[in-house]
């Protein structure tokens, strides 16, 4: 926040946030502008984590001898997140052997994201992936498949196929997509 004088005497400064509080500025007194310096404006910075959207407001209170004056600002900050919902083309039990179609349906809020990675490791006995869309990589080692995206939108989806290991042993099998680098 900039806080100019723009009175025709000195002011006694405080600043507060509606988050944080107080605020500790540089000075605590500005001078009338003499027309040749700066030394009637100051800057304030102020730092808040934000996890959710929010409007933060800033409010300066000028005292001189005769008055008090005051004004604020505010900003409104959107905070983008994405979330996945992971679905699977089958119903029920599914045979060794079977080929499975997963979809990952990515949720952004106050997107695009400029840049995200997304992860989605394969469990033992899942055979190599195929038809792995948006240039999505598959790391056999680490039985990952990592695809990196920019400007990801709601909706965004990415999808691939497994073959499921004729050596698969009847249970439960969780396959779990992460985002690992983004918002």
């Not at 806080?3 to 988050?19: F, H, M, Q, R, Y």
């Not at 944080?20 to 310096?37: F, H, N, Q």
């Not at 499975?100 to 997304?118: A, D, K």
Request: proline share 6%; hydrophobic share 35%.
């Amino acid at each position: 926040l900039v806080i100019p004088n723009a009175t025709s005497v000195g002011l006694n400064v405080t600043l507060t946030d509606n988050k944080l509080g107080a605020i500790t500025c540089p000075k605590t007194a500005l001078p009338v502008d003499d027309g040749e310096t700066n030394d009637h404006m100051m800057t304030c910075t102020a730092t808040v984590p934000v996890n959710e959207d929010t409007t933060n407001i800033a409010t300066v209170t000028g005292d001189t001898p005769h008055a008090t004056v005051s004004d604020f600002d505010d900003a409104v900050v959107l905070v983008r997140y994405v979330s996945i919902d992971k679905t699977n083309d089958t119903e029920g039990k599914v045979a060794p052997g079977s080929t499975v179609g997963y979809e990952l349906t990515l949720t952004v809020v106050n997107g695009p994201i400029p840049t995200m990675t997304v992860k989605d490791v394969l469990p033992a006995n899942f055979g190599t992936p195929s038809a792995i869309s948006d240039d999505g990589a598959y790391d056999a080692a680490l039985r990952t498949i990592t695809w990196t995206l920019a400007n990801v939108a709601d909706g965004k989806t990415l999808t691939y196929n497994v073959v499921i290991a004729t050596s698969t042993q009847g249970g439960l099998y969780t396959n779990t997509a992460t985002i690992t680098d983004g918002p």
